[in-house]
């Protein structure tokens, strides 16, 4: 069985978040006593360089608030993140962390620095590159933004652990993985290992920011904020998301990484092995949260020809727009197909190759101008036409 506890909170505000996480560590049974004296790695979601409140971030007041309370116990916290594309300086910059970092003198881990980690459960992966830093902790506090995603439905628990792994090696997993079914299985492989690849299993506690989540063409700029008031703490991070979805009264059979999780066990294998503590759901779900316009259709991408006609028949294609793009060419520099070009003169967006391109949709996912819009595929159009 997984406690999840459930939260209703409106604000980012260091004392009553504080207060939350005490609140929910009792209610699922977590002891805060176990940070005492242990090295605790911090992995918030920093995406991006982009502003405290896109929604893009956890947002650096609800991770201040971890990081103190971690600290009040007697914790030895560490920051451990990677952002796909932006370097970790510019991103805490951005959003105010590294004030808050300097302010509580939280050292930040040399993510560039990776270490193989291996896990022979794992279905389509057995081994990973992460960071080296997490093989001196103790623990590992997630700090998850709660958001949609146009490749994996959502990003929580689960997705944000993606993180882990150093830099640009995450968009050739894209390109090697790059349908939604293979992806969301490489992310719980990716989970699995991170508990039980370690010597011993990983201790790991995941406090969610949903207070403002990310609805529509998340995970990066091009998603909306939501205010959705809540935070949701568990030990299994399955659980957790298990609990995010319905909050946000999404379609759980779109939510691949649970539905995976579920079937891997390495935690809860259903939902009835799931205690909803705290608030009712019922008191608390969102209506209406708008899901990515992305359909997923992406696994015939794997046969080669059947896929470069298909994907354009029925896959939505990033398109950039002029009017907004700034030519910053972060969507070239994380596009593990190689399907971004330079601009040709006279033209103020890159080229992109849709015949290279595998609809991962990371450029959406890095743009930070929110400049690469989605359009359907000629099927899709006519289909929707009629
Ligand atoms: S589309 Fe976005 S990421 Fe790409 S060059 Fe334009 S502004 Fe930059
Ligand atoms: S163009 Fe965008 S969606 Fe296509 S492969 Fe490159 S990053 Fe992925």
């Known amino acids: 069985m997984a406690d999840v506890a459930l939260l209703k909170c409106d604000e980012y505000s260091i004392d009553v978040l504080k207060e939350k996480f005490l609140c929910g560590f009792e209610l699922i049974g977590f002891d805060p006593a176990c940070f005492a004296n242990a090295r605790v790695a911090l992995k918030p979601n920093l995406l991006s360089a982009v502003s405290a409140d ?67 459960d794992g279905r389509l992966l057995k081994y990973f590159e992460i960071s080296a830093a997490l093989y001196d902790v103790d623990m590992l506090v997630n700090i998850p933004k709660f958001k949609t995603h146009n490749l994996t439905y959502i990003t929580a628990a689960v997705k944000n652990l993606f993180g882990c792994i150093p830099g640009m090696r995450k968009s050739q997993m894209h390109m090697r993985f790059p349908d939604k079914e293979m992806f969301s299985e490489i992310i719980v492989d990716l989970y699995g290992a991170l508990v039980f690849g370690f010597d011993k299993p990983m201790r790991m506690l995941h406090v969610l920011d949903a207070v403002v989540s ?38 759980m059979k779109k939510a691949l990484t649970v539905l995976y999780g579920f079937m891997r066990g390495f935690g809860v294998s259903s939902p009835d092995e799931i205690r909803l503590k705290g608030e009712k759901m019922q008191d608390m779900r969102i209506c209406g949260f708008q899901t990515p316009k992305t359909t997923g259709m992406t696994a015939f991408l794997q046969v080669p020809l059947l896929g470069r006609i298909a994907k354009d028949l029925f896959v939505e294609k990033p398109v950039p727009r002029e ?44 743009c930070p101008e929110a400049a690469i819009s989605l359009k359907e595929g000629v099927m899709q159009w006519l289909l929707r036409e009629k």
């Open 214 to 251: 990310m609805e529509g063409d998340g995970p990066g700029s091009s998603g909306s904020p939501r205010k959705t008031g809540a935070v949701i703490i568990g030990e299994d991070a399955i659980a957790v998301d298990y609990v995010a979805t319905l909050f946000a009264g999404l379609d």
């Open 54 to 120: 896109s929604a893009v971030i956890t947002h650096p007041i609800f991770f201040q608030a971890v990081a103190e309370t971690v600290m009040d116990f007697g914790g030895d916290p560490l920051l451990v993140e990677s952002p796909a594309v932006a370097s970790l300086k510019s991103a805490m910059h951005e959003s105010g962390y590294d004030v808050i970092i300097q302010r509580l003198g939280i050292p930040v881990a040399d993510t560039k620095i990776a270490r193989r980690i291996s896990f022979l």
């Open 323 to 366: 009017n907004a793009c700034t030519l910053c060419y972060e969507c070239m520099h994380i596009c593990p197909a190689d399907a971004i070009d330079t601009a040709v003169s006279g033209r103020m967006t890159p080229r992109f190759d849709y015949h290279r391109c595998i609809r991962c949709f990371c450029c959406m996912e890095i």
